[in-house]
């Protein structure tokens, strides 16, 4: 993926954020929106809300956005690419997958019932986890119909 498409992907004018960090407990600060490629120089394990992913240096929060993107269980393939590189789910949602787990998501089937979740790979910060199937995909959010 090129850089100006990272870059597109991710939405830059989120300047502070208000949510739920651990049960009970609310993050309040204003962040300052980087790059993906920054971000991944600035920490291998970010911490996770719902919509962004955070780190701490200093007295400096750095986030970058994960856009409108629905985590959890109820999700079902809809396509997979031939070579298994993309995979849209129901919701209209658009997933790259990372180059390593595309052997076994060309073999996912429509259908598949599919879990997402966070990773800690600022790269490709999500899994698609295959209920069906029992694997895993580490993948990137593109973009949502």
């Known amino acids: 993926m090129s850089r100006a498409l990272a870059a597109a992907v991710i939405v830059a004018a989120l300047t502070s954020a208000t949510a739920s960090s651990a049960p009970g407990r609310e993050l309040?600060?204003?962040?300052?929106?980087?790059?993906?490629?920054?971000?991944?120089?600035?920490?291998?394990?970010?911490?996770?809300?719902?919509?962004?992913?955070?780190?701490?240096?200093?007295?400096?929060?750095y986030c970058i956005s994960l856009g409108e993107i629905s985590i959890g269980d109820g999700h079902w393939i809809d396509e997979v690419s031939t070579s298994g590189a993309?995979?849209?789910?129901?919701?209209?949602?658009?997933?790259?997958i990372?180059?390593?787990?595309?052997?076994?998501t060309a073999l996912w089937l429509p259908v598949d019932e599919?879990?997402?979740?966070?990773?800690?790979?600022?790269?490709?910060?999500?899994?698609?986890?295959?209920?069906?199937?029992?694997?895993?995909?580490?993948?990137?959010?593109?973009?949502?119909?």
């Open 86 to 96: 993309t995979i849209s789910l129901e919701d209209g949602s658009l997933w790259l």
């Open 98 to 104: 990372s180059p390593l787990d595309q052997v076994d």
């Open 28 to 61: 309040k600060t204003s962040c300052r929106v980087v790059g993906l490629l920054q971000f991944s120089k600035l920490t291998k394990h970010p911490h996770f809300t719902t919509t962004i992913a955070y780190v701490v240096r200093g007295r400096v929060t």
């Open 114 to 145: 599919i879990t997402v979740t966070h990773s800690r790979d600022p790269s490709y910060p999500y899994r698609l986890v295959n209920t069906d199937e029992g694997e895993t995909a580490s993948a990137r959010f593109l973009a949502s119909n």
